[in-house]
């Protein structure tokens, strides 16, 4: 597969028709189709297997010596397959679905982010070797997985103002963004001293290969990282420096982009870290406009010809120097600004709809619109003012609030896979297949 998609749609086709059971390939017998792991009461076969490691070594056709050997590459792949079939099962067994409108909105969001029209995106699938109905199963499992992610860390995190305020007094939020890639070396757990020392020497002698030039860092990640997002060259995407835990944010610090640190010990084994490139956040600014407004409702007793006309009136009344305010509090049938003489406060462009906000472009400061349309009624807007909100600390806050939830919700949902996993029968016969 040539790498002409984004790096999340070139994984999913990667692993495309693999994901769940009951696609074309899952239905073949055993008697011609060897298995290669037991998950609880279902199977996954060879043939899925080497659809799935195949369809990968075709997306690296050009540069085949990223990849690791075929056997460990396997070991990766069935390794998430595995994962992906335990969380596709709960996920089913919990309710959760994904209907065929969904379904059809997502390919649209993924072809359109791949600059693709959706005949475009199926020549290219079918260029690949990949049926439509396949790629629309895996993406359909993908939606699923997540789904089942949400519903379970939605009612387990909550982050309150007070860790808001402490991660805040403690980190600068708003600073310097970092984007990083890692290599994973696992330890079991409570890992012999000798398996230590074994861990940490491969971390070093896979930092030597990069440092010689025989491989980049992201083909050595996808040939030796023991982590899930190997396949992805190891990258990490980008973090704020808050967003990292912090026994790394000192070593990342004094990097430069390119480099890459000597081997971490971190929780599940050694990682060597690599700083891909860095970006500033500077100032933060929103447009405001606060404007007044009368809405006149089209209901059963005053259809829209009529309540146009009223606009109509109040708008010769208003030209003809009546006070706006007096005017929206006895006619406004806007019950959020009427009591304010149709002050509708500061807000963003489009914040009361989109016919509004381009009414407001339109106008001056001081300028009173012609009556015009929406799906609420008849409207007259007064614009009164724009400015520039420094939205930097209200951001900053925002991002705390973020950062602090996705850290509780990866944690929380590790421990759940974690669960998942320990709970689950799985036998491995990929050795013996």
Sequence with gaps: MKNAFTPVLAVLLALSAALAPGH??????????????????????????????NNITAQYANTPEQLPPRDVLERQVLDRLVLARIQLTRARDS??????????????????RNRMTQDQLRQRLAADGLSYEEFRASLRDELLIERLRQRYVQSRVQVSE?????????????????RLANIVVALPEGASPDEVALAQKKARDIKA??????????????????AQNALEGGDIGWRALDAIPPAFVGLIQQMQPGQISEPVRGPSGYQL???????EQGRQTLTEYNAQGIMIRVTPTLPAEAAR??????????????DFAKLARE???DTLSRNDGGDMGWFQLNAWGTAVGSQLAALQDGQVSRPFQSDAGWHIIKRLGV??????????????????????????????LRQLRSEAYVESRLSAS
């Design 24 to 53: 074309a390939l899952a239905q073949a017998t055993t008697a011609v189709d060897g298995i290669v792991a037991v998950v609880d009461e279902d199977v996954i076969l060879r043939s899925e297997l080497d659809r799935a490691v």
């Design 273 to 279: 870290i690599q700083l891909v490139e860095t970006r």
């Design 387 to 416: 400015r520039e909100q420094d939205v930097t600390e209200q951001n900053r806050r925002n991002q705390a609030r973020e950062i602090i939830a996705q850290r509780k919700a990866e944690e929380e949902f590790e421990r759940f």
């Design 209 to 226: 290969v990069i440092e010689r030039g025989e491989l980049d860092f992201r083909a050595a990640a996808i040939r030796y990282s023991d």
């Design 162 to 178: 007070a860790e808001i305020d402490q991660l805040l007094a403690v980190r600068e939020i708003g600073g310097p963004e970092v």
């Design 331 to 333: 006619n406004s049938d």
């Design 309 to 322: 006309q009223k606009a109509e009136d109040l708008y010769a009344r208003i030209q003809a120097g009546e």
């Design 95 to 112: 309710g959760i679905r994904v209907s065929d409108g969904e379904l059809a909105q997502a390919i649209e969001t993924v072809a359109s």
